[in-house]
């Protein structure tokens, strides 16, 4: 069970906008600390997409951001496209664990 | 460029040990601030942090994997180890080494190895 907490699925028309939230808890998200995001497409390594509030990579498209308000984070993407089917993870970092945690993942369906 | 690459064995039985190699490159453990770190994930499953070690050789470790886990570095050949004992089927998964910025997120990972252990 992973510490910060993401719906398994969610799904979108192309053109839409869809959010996939992470909640976590006082010791990580709630402490303070930012929330990253990664994008990891089927057999491949996950790769940075956001980091905090809203620094985006190099050639990540200014479709995707991020949001954090108290104990929970917010990715959201509008203009949905087929190529943005995915699977999403939030990161944080847990004062409570010493430790660097993740959420379960939210699976991307482009309907 | 920022390149790490995972190495290792690809199967190994329960109960013996595992030992991956991440070999990187663009970058250098000697540099004050720098880290290498170990993720792992289980096929269909999540990602799970394992280990961390920085420049100046500190170290940390999952809290529920600590006592199984040893991570070390070799500037000079750029590369890091991180051994795991007592291998457990549950613990197959693909195992990834990454580079940590500023200690907040991981912006360059490695392709991963996938370990799968035999009972």
């Known amino acids: 069970q992973s510490v910060l907490t993401q719906p398994p699925s969610v799904s979108g028309a192309p053109g839409q906008k869809i959010t996939i939230s992470c909640t976590g808890t006082s010791s990580n998200i709630g402490a303070g600390y930012d929330v990253h995001w990664y994008q990891q497409f089927q057999g491949t390594a996950p790769k940075l997409l956001i980091s905090g509030t809203g620094n985006r990579p190099s050639g990540v498209p200014d479709r995707f951001s991020g949001s954090k308000s108290g104990t929970s984070a917010s990715l959201a993407i509008t203009g949905l496209q087929a190529e943005d089917e995915a699977d999403y993870y939030c990161?944080?970092?847990?004062?409570?664990?010493?430790?660097?945690?993740f959420g379960g993942g939210t699976k991307l369906t482009v309907l | 460029q920022i390149t790490l690459k995972e190495s290792g064995p690809t199967v190994v039985k329960a109960t013996q040990t595992l030992t991956l190699t991440c070999t990187f490159s663009?970058?250098?453990?000697?540099?004050?601030?720098?880290?290498v770190s170990w993720i792992r994930q289980p096929p269909g499953k999540a990602l799970e942090w394992l280990a961390l070690?920085?420049?100046?050789?500190?170290?940390r470790y999952s809290p529920s994997l600590k006592s199984r886990l040893t991570i070390t570095k070799d500037p000079s050949k750029n590369q890091v180890v991180l051994t795991m004992t007592n291998m457990d089927p549950v613990d197959t998964a693909t195992y990834y080494c990454?580079?940590?910025?500023?200690?907040?997120?991981?912006?360059?990972w490695g392709q991963g190895t996938l370990v799968t252990v035999s009972s």
């Open positions: 663009g970058f250098s453990l000697s540099t004050s601030g720098v880290g």
């Open positions: 070690i920085y420049w100046d050789d500190d170290k």
């Open positions: 990161q944080s970092y847990d004062s409570g664990l010493s430790a660097w945690v």
């Open positions: 990454a580079r940590p910025y500023n200690s907040i997120y991981f912006d360059y």
